[in-house]
């Protein structure tokens, strides 16, 4: 299919090196530009060895001079870059690994999710309602699994008859060009990635592509209660059949009763739910509008939301010390994240934040203090968050460990320690993972 195409790959990590293994397979004649240096790239010499030609320590101009049919851009590169923008600017496609897995694969149910929170829940919910009613499924994306990988795996460019579940992210969706799922969402909007993107309305907008190349055949979930997402939508109109889904009015998925109901049918009680926070009944809803649109009955929806106890880094329940109960919600990389875990627990909390900073603004969430009794800033944007949180117990410390170590020191029997960092991890972590991994290490290893 690609045998004879002359394709860039721009940047390795895992979603590079999975459009590479799929672009061999198809037989493509790939090219990799990577900025670390030869030394750093653990597959280099089993690349050149298979033919692909290596240019790395750097982005060459004479590189994007040349002319290739097209390029697959890893989403973390930014896309101002002037090599990007040149590419464009010479016609030349630049796709993301999703674009590319979907353009070669047959066929499938594409149940496509954006936002800028709840995604990994949803998604996640989404793909064990599928796997629970047997269905051939795949779970990839911002999620941590690249599509391509699952095209090679599953044979996606000769089998058809999958449902794919895709956490997308706005740098994954910038460069789609005819990526049509049969399903979207976009969950909520809020301020994000304002170190990446020109401005918040570009974010915003960016969100919207996930429905544009659906038809009257595919179906939209529309998030009632978010008026920032209704402008959007009005000022980009979604072509697919609109279902709706709220926690404050009519729809067509909704509470009443306290329950959850989908069009007049039950779904599930409130007391069965095991996973904390209003926001996460609203991430049940797209999971419930999901699989019933994709067929599944509502049986299987019901057991796998009753037993589902959420996602590791989301509010995670760590471990009670001394009458503390602590959480890791290592995964709040913005105000917007943290604001939502707040609000899931019933008393004030002890609250760890900071890390890398990226210019959020904290307006919003300094209206919280309420919900905070003490607070710990650490990180390069600990200082700034302290200053302007303004909660009248605050402390500023060098690292996150540094920060539980004093959370246990303040912490009486009862309180909740909550690591909701607001900010991306890395000043001190690779991501939100690692930082979430050694939170979780360390409140183990306390004595």
Same mark, same amino acid.
Request: aromatic letters at 8%; proline letters at 4%; a negative charge.
């Given at each position: 299919m690609l045998k004879g195409k002359k394709v860039l790959? %721009? &940047?390795? @990590?895992? $979603?590079g090196q999975a459009a590479v293994e799929l672009l061999m397979a198809m037989h @493509? #004649? *790939? #090219?990799?530009?990577?900025? @670390?240096t030869q030394d750093k790239i653990a597959c280099y010499d089993e690349y050149v060895a298979r033919g692909i030609?290596?240019?790395? !320590?750097g982005h060459p101009a004479e590189l994007f001079e040349r002319d290739f049919d097209f390029v697959v851009k890893n989403p &973390?590169?930014?896309?101002?870059?002037?090599?990007? %923008? /040149?590419?464009?600017? /010479? !016609? *030349?496609?630049?796709? #993301?690994?999703?674009? %590319? @897995?979907?353009q070669v694969s047959k066929p499938q149910n594409y149940i496509a999710i954006t936002g800028t929170n709840g995604k990994t829940t949803t998604v996640t919910l989404i793909n064990e309602i599928l796997k629970n009613a047997t269905r051939r499924v795949c779970l990839a !994306?911002?999620? &941590? *699994?690249?599509? $391509?990988?699952?095209? %090679?795996?599953?044979?996606?460019?000769n089998q058809s008859g999958f449902d794919i579940v895709l956490e997308m992210s706005n740098f994954q969706l910038l460069d789609i060009a005819t990526f049509h799922p049969h399903i979207s969402t976009i969950i909520n909007l809020t301020p994000d990635h304002l170190d990446y993107m020109a401005s918040l309305d570009e974010y915003y907008a960016s969100k919207t592509r996930i429905y544009m190349n659906q038809n009257s055949d595919d179906y939209y979930l529309e998030n009632k209660d978010d008026p920032i997402l209704q402008e959007y939508l009005s000022r980009y109109p979604c072509p697919a059949q609109m279902i709706s889904f709220s926690l404050e009015q009519e729809a067509d998925c909704m509470l009443k009763e306290n329950a959850i109901y989908y069009q007049g049918e039950h779904i599930i009680d409130l007391d069965e739910i095991k996973i904390v926070g209003r926001h996460n009944l609203?991430?049940?809803? *797209?999971a419930i509008c999901s699989c019933l649109l994709s067929g599944v009955d509502i049986p299987c929806i019901h057991d796998t939301l009753a037993s589902f106890t959420g996602v590791e880094h989301r509010i995670e329940f760590v471990r009670e010390y001394q009458g503390v109960k602590y959480y890791n919600d290592s995964k709040a990389t913005n105000t917007d994240a943290a604001i939502i875990a707040l609000k899931a627990f019933e008393k004030p909390v002890i609250l760890l934040m900071g890390g890398h900073e990226k210019g959020l603004d904290l307006t919003e969430m300094s209206t919280y203090q309420d919900h905070i009794s003490h607070l710990i800033c650490f990180g390069d944007a600990g200082k700034r968050f302290a200053e302007e949180m303004k909660c009248a117990h605050t402390e500023i410390v060098e690292h996150m460990k540094d920060a539980i170590i004093k959370a246990k020191e303040l912490a009486q029997d009862g309180d909740i320690v909550l690591l909701s960092p607001s900010t991306s991890s890395y000043d001190?972590? $690779?991501?939100?993972?690692?930082?979430g991994n050694i939170f979780k290490q360390i409140v183990n290893d306390l004595k």
């Open positions: 790959v %721009l &940047g390795l @990590a895992k $979603s @493509a #004649t *790939i #090219t990799v530009n990577e900025f @670390a030609e290596m240019v790395v !320590g &973390g590169i930014n896309y101002h870059k002037p090599f990007v %923008l /040149r590419l464009k600017e /010479r !016609g *030349i496609p630049v796709y #993301t690994e999703i674009e %590319l @897995a979907y !994306g911002n999620v &941590g *699994i690249p599509l $391509s990988k699952c095209v %090679l795996e599953n044979d996606l460019c609203q991430n049940m809803m *797209i001190e972590f $690779s991501g939100y993972e690692e930082r």
